[in-house]
């Protein structure tokens, strides 16, 4: 299994207060994703990033930015949490196979439930 | 635009073999992606399809036909654990994965 760690693994926060979830992977994979997943809409891209200090947005940004300043963390902020932000939150990790048939898989880490009150 | 369909739910009989679709409409293509996902964990990688045709790994199987922005799931003789959520997803051109909502598979005795 690819070594991916996200923290904290539940949190609860009130409106309005910022909110940073880590994710940190020890195989040295080029790019990190921030996934948050409700129902009825599946996993949905938030941002991502292809490699130290280089990101790039997904389908639902707002109200999020990231950071990614070594290879290992990928960091996502909430910066003023709404309601709407309640959610489960996944990191994810992909490496891509130059030269070769693309076998690109998404390892998964083990989510982060937020609940904003 | 980015779009990829699947069954909200389906329900079998263990022992069984049940089929999920997939239809994309995707601004580039990498290659379908199915996972499985069961309830309150992280969703783990099935299957891989990048050319037209079938890929078979043990009791599962997995279809593409590109002209068509079609795939399908097979799981065969049904089991109990294979309930869970199967989530077709799509690598575009952008390194990104598109998924589709996902199909509840429940297994029934």
């Known amino acids: 299994d690819a070594g991916i760690t996200q923290s904290p693994r539940h949190k609860v926060t009130e409106t309005g207060t910022p909110v940073t979830l880590r994710c940190h992977q020890t195989?040295?994979?080029?790019?990190m994703y921030w996934y948050r997943q409700d129902p009825g809409h599946g996993l949905r891209l938030i941002h991502y990033?292809?490699?130290?200090?280089?990101?790039d947005k997904g389908e639902v940004s707002d109200g999020y930015s990231v950071s990614r300043s070594k290879t290992e963390d990928f960091l996502l902020t909430l910066e003023s949490a709404t309601s709407s932000q309640t959610s489960v939150y996944f990191c994810a990790i992909s490496e891509p196979s130059l030269g070769k048939p693309t076998n690109e898989k998404l390892f998964f880490g083990s989510g982060t439930q937020l609940s904003v009150l | 635009g980015q779009n990829i369909d699947q069954p909200t739910e389906m329900t079998a009989t263990e022992g069984a073999i049940v089929q999920i679709n997939c239809t994309y409409q995707?601004?580039?293509?990498?290659?379908l992606f199915w996972y499985q996902q069961h309830a309150g964990e992280a969703p783990t990688f099935l299957s891989y399809n990048v050319l037209d045709g079938l890929e078979e790994k043990g009791r599962f199987s997995s279809f593409l036909s590109r002209s068509k922005g079609y795939s399908y799931l097979l799981l065969k003789e049904l089991q109990m654990k294979d309930s869970a959520s199967y989530l077709c997803a799509v690598l575009d051109y952008g390194q990104n994965f598109v998924f589709g909502p996902g199909t509840r598979l429940s297994v029934l005795p």
């Open positions: 990033s292809y490699g130290v200090k280089d990101t």
């Open positions: 195989e040295n994979h080029r790019y």
């Open positions: 995707t601004s580039g293509f990498n290659g």
